[in-house]
């Protein structure tokens, strides 16, 4: 029989065993509060602005871009300083709760609200101050800062300027981490190019400053893949003086070039030579869908070098002719390419969406397309296209330039290649309206066409124009590629160092969505 003081030796053993790892024994542990209320508990103690599903500003604060995709998150947290910020991170780490940033809110995933229900976003709003540094031309950027704001406040600042893309809403933060493309990219670059330091908040809470030279390899990763490893609250970024002499214009193309399959396939062939050798003061863009074929862009310089310029372009498409032209300065071209809506957009209450799927296709220089490649892609346009089962287009931009000459030392953006760029885009005819189901195979059906034809290896995507169908290892091979980080054979791969820069930085990954390394 076993002696009283052994029994009660076992029962505080036992005891004590629940306390350190209790596990669901009937009797043996008190019950756990729900992750909302460790949550909220702990964002509260912390004093942190935020709303959970209870608040009335709640709904409006998780809408996103892409109606197609409601996430719903567990809190939104609205920080105002990168204190704050570590707190919630923190606050979510206590609670076991993915983390995601919101910049803009444009992630076509609605990776912002963390691409899953249940998370905790960190929306940087508040983050929208602009300063240049007059001296060097560099600018700190608050993360939350809309893309026509920025324009704006860079130019009033001394005239500077970015590369970055066309739609005033979209936030630099999304943006500039994973690319950022615009009419300038073939003279300066992406907007990650320009990134010369980064403020972010680890995964651990920690508040640090990444650069060339200060926590370079995590520099290295955050600018180009940086959802993966931190909350970024402010941008340092090189500006250039702002060109005050631009041309725009539109290309008049006969419909012997914009008709049939082969015709389109030979007129993106004519594009694609001409931009081999084009200088990287002109950009082109041609918008296609279903009877529309329009090529338009940009010339910074006099109208008599445009004509220059454009001349190659003219001669190997017979009968083509320049249309609409025009000469802006720096503000009137970001009004131009920002369409009808206006540059400056408002602090809050931002309230534009749709509802979409969409994909994309990067090609590369050294290996240009073929007739062979494309002929296949625009008898699917031509055919099916023309009774697809949703509303649809594609936007083909030109790359090279500038963009091809960054090292790949500099930044995770591994695209150095890149020739021409095709975003493939469905919708619904109201944002309100249900996304019908054949739409997602349809477009990936149109990507194949064109997919289907390249050797394998080659095939490129673009993580701004994020699919979210695509499963992580998928995804990260499109948007990087597991070749050598830095260009020389048997180094680490783009992937694999990406990868191995997650485990070190956020090893429980904590910053997450459903595409990022460490999935």
Same mark, same amino acid.
Not at 121 to 147: E, K, M
Not at 266 to 271: D, G, K, P, S
Not at 293 to 301: A, M, N, P, Q
């Given at each position: 029989?076993?002696?009283?003081?052994?029994?009660?030796?076992?029962?505080?053993?036992?005891?004590?065993?629940?306390?350190?790892?209790?596990?669901?024994?009937?009797?043996?542990?008190?019950?756990?509060?729900?992750?909302?209320?460790?949550?909220?508990?702990?964002?509260?103690?912390?004093?942190?602005?935020?709303?959970?599903?209870?608040?009335?500003?709640?709904?409006?604060?998780?809408?996103?871009?892409?109606?197609?995709?409601?996430?719903?998150?567990?809190?939104?947290?609205?920080?105002?300083?990168?204190?704050?910020?570590?707190?919630?991170?923190?606050?979510?780490?206590?609670? +076991? %709760?993915?983390?995601? @940033?919101?910049? /803009? !809110?444009?992630? &076509? =995933?609605?990776?912002?609200?963390?691409?899953?229900?249940?998370?905790?976003?960190?929306?940087?709003?508040?983050?929208?101050?602009?300063?240049?540094?007059?001296?060097?031309?560099?600018?700190?950027?608050?993360?939350?800062?809309?893309?026509?704001?920025?324009?704006?406040?860079?130019?009033?600042?001394?005239?500077?300027?970015?590369?970055?893309?066309?739609?005033?809403?979209? +936030? %630099?933060?999304?943006? @500039?981490?994973? /690319? !950022?493309?615009? &009419? =300038?990219?073939?003279?300066w670059g992406l907007t990650v190019d320009t990134i010369v330091a980064l403020d972010v908040v680890l995964a651990n809470g920690d508040i640090v400053t990444a650069s060339a030279t200060e926590n370079a390899e995590l520099f290295w990763a955050l600018a180009g893949a940086g959802s993966s490893f931190g909350v970024v609250t402010t941008f340092h970024f090189q500006t250039h003086e702002a060109l005050e002499l631009g041309v725009t214009f539109a290309i008049n193309l006969p419909s012997t070039h914009t008709t049939?399959?082969?015709?389109?396939?030979?007129?993106?062939?004519?594009?694609?030579?001409?931009?081999?050798?084009?200088?990287?003061?002109l950009t082109l863009g041609l918008y296609m869908e279903p009877g529309v074929f329009s090529l338009s862009g940009l010339y910074w310089g006099t109208v008599s070098d445009f004509n220059i310029a454009i001349a190659p372009l003219l001669a190997s498409l017979p009968g083509s002719s320049v249309t609409d032209v025009k000469t802006v300065n720096w503000v009137e071209s970001l009004q131009h390419l920002a369409g009808s809506g206006p540059v400056q957009q408002p602090l809050s209450g931002y309230d534009l969406h749709?509802?979409?799927?969409?994909?994309?296709?990067?090609?590369?220089?050294?290996?240009?397309?073929?007739?062979?490649?494309?002929?296949?892609?625009?008898?699917?346009?031509?055919?099916?296209?023309?009774?697809?089962?949703?509303?649809?287009?594609?936007?083909?931009?030109?790359?090279?330039?500038?963009?091809?000459?960054?090292?790949?030392?500099?930044?995770?953006?591994?695209?150095?290649?890149?020739?021409?760029?095709?975003?493939?885009?469905?919708?619904?005819?109201?944002?309100?309206?249900?996304?019908?189901?054949?739409?997602?195979?349809?477009?990936?059906?149109?990507?194949?066409?064109?997919?289907?034809?390249?050797?394998?290896?080659?095939?490129?995507?673009?993580?701004?124009?994020?699919?979210?169908?695509?499963?992580?290892?998928?995804?990260?091979?499109?948007?990087?590629?597991?070749?050598?980080?830095?260009?020389?054979?048997?180094?680490?791969?783009?992937?694999?160092?990406?990868?191995?820069?997650?485990?070190?930085?956020?090893?429980?990954?904590?910053?997450?969505?459903?595409?990022?390394?460490?999935?």
């Amino acid at each position: 029989m076993q002696k009283p003081w052994k029994a009660l030796l076992a029962l505080a053993s036992l005891h004590l065993a629940t306390l350190v790892a209790c596990k669901p024994i009937p009797g043996t542990c008190p019950p756990k509060p729900p992750v909302e209320t460790v949550l909220s508990e702990c964002l509260d103690k912390a004093m942190l602005s935020n709303l959970d599903i209870e608040d009335a500003a709640y709904t409006f604060a998780i809408k996103p871009y892409n109606l197609r995709l409601p996430w719903q998150p567990l809190a939104v947290v609205i920080p105002d300083s990168a204190e704050d910020v570590s707190a919630a991170i923190k606050c979510a780490a206590a609670a +076991g %709760v993915k983390v995601s @940033a919101r910049s /803009g !809110g444009h992630s &076509y =995933a609605a990776f912002g609200l963390g691409g899953h229900d249940g998370g905790l976003v960190i929306d940087l709003t508040l983050f929208n101050t602009v300063q240049v540094d007059q001296a060097t031309g560099i600018a700190a950027v608050g993360s939350g800062v809309r893309l026509g704001n920025l324009a704006l406040a860079l130019h009033e600042q001394g005239g500077r300027a970015l590369p970055h893309g066309t739609c005033p809403g979209v +936030g %630099v933060g999304g943006h @500039a981490l994973h /690319g !950022g493309y615009g &009419y =300038a990219s073939r003279m300066w670059g992406l907007t990650v190019d320009t990134i010369v330091a980064l403020d972010v908040v680890l995964a651990n809470g920690d508040i640090v400053t990444a650069s060339a030279t200060e926590n370079a390899e995590l520099f290295w990763a955050l600018a180009g893949a940086g959802s993966s490893f931190g909350v970024v609250t402010t941008f340092h970024f090189q500006t250039h003086e702002a060109l005050e002499l631009g041309v725009t214009f539109a290309i008049n193309l006969p419909s012997t070039h914009t008709t049939t399959a082969s015709a389109k396939a030979n007129t993106i062939l004519a594009i694609q030579a001409f931009v081999q050798t084009a200088p990287n003061e002109l950009t082109l863009g041609l918008y296609m869908e279903p009877g529309v074929f329009s090529l338009s862009g940009l010339y910074w310089g006099t109208v008599s070098d445009f004509n220059i310029a454009i001349a190659p372009l003219l001669a190997s498409l017979p009968g083509s002719s320049v249309t609409d032209v025009k000469t802006v300065n720096w503000v009137e071209s970001l009004q131009h390419l920002a369409g009808s809506g206006p540059v400056q957009q408002p602090l809050s209450g931002y309230d534009l969406h749709d509802n979409l799927f969409a994909k994309s296709i990067v090609t590369s220089k050294s290996q240009p397309l073929t007739y062979a490649n494309l002929l296949p892609f625009f008898e699917y346009f031509n055919n099916e296209g023309s009774s697809a089962p949703v509303p649809w287009w594609v936007i083909m931009d030109i790359y090279a330039g500038h963009i091809n000459t960054v090292p790949l030392t500099q930044n995770s953006y591994t695209h150095r290649d890149s020739l021409l760029t095709f975003q493939l885009y469905t919708y619904t005819s109201s944002p309100t309206s249900p996304y019908p189901a054949g739409g997602i195979p349809f477009l990936n059906a149109m990507v194949a066409s064109l997919t289907n034809t390249l050797p394998q290896g080659q095939v490129k995507a673009y993580a701004n124009y994020v699919d979210p169908t695509l499963s992580p290892a998928e995804a990260q091979q499109l948007y990087y590629g597991n070749q050598p980080w830095n260009g020389v054979a048997g180094s680490e791969g783009a992937v694999d160092r990406l990868k191995r820069i997650k485990e070190e930085y956020d090893p429980s990954h904590l910053i997450w969505n459903p595409q990022t390394f460490g999935n």
